[in-house]
């Protein structure tokens, strides 16, 4: 059973950070492919960034340069780490893990293994 619990949201002023973790279950985050995915207000969910197994990462043009993902196995534990945060980035962010979902855009569709989010909302 695959658990995945998101913390570190909050509210921020535009240009500043805060950094996303995602606590899994078992080894997830050093067997399978893992994303981040946002859904604002409205909108269609996203996916914002992922990584592979191996550490290879994918971000949606958007955040690239901005948004940094890593993943710390040890702790099975994956990160997000946003700096200069715009309005728009402004959602409920969504740790997302599943076997071949290793590229950002895979998690535009409900498919893998979700938390339950965790909300940015940046003024």
């Known amino acids: 059973h695959v658990q995945l619990v998101e913390s570190g949201g909050g509210s921020v002023q535009a240009g500043r950070s805060l950094r996303l973790s995602c606590a899994s279950s078992?080894?997830?985050?050093?067997?399978?492919?893992m994303g981040w995915v946002r859904q604002a207000p409205g909108k269609e969910r996203e996916g914002v960034a992922a990584m592979d197994s191996d550490g290879r990462t994918t971000y949606e043009n958007s955040v690239k340069g901005r948004f940094t993902m890593s993943k710390d196995n040890a702790k099975d534990t994956l990160y997000l780490e946003m700096n200069n945060l715009k309005p728009e980035d402004t959602g409920m962010y969504y740790c997302?893990?599943?076997?071949?979902?290793?590229?950002?855009?895979?998690?535009?569709?409900?498919?893998?293994?979700w938390g339950q989010g965790t909300q940015v909302t940046v003024s």
């Open positions: 997302a893990a599943g076997d071949f979902l290793c590229h950002y855009s895979d998690y535009s569709r409900p498919v893998g293994h």
């Open positions: 078992g080894s997830i985050v050093s067997t399978m492919c």
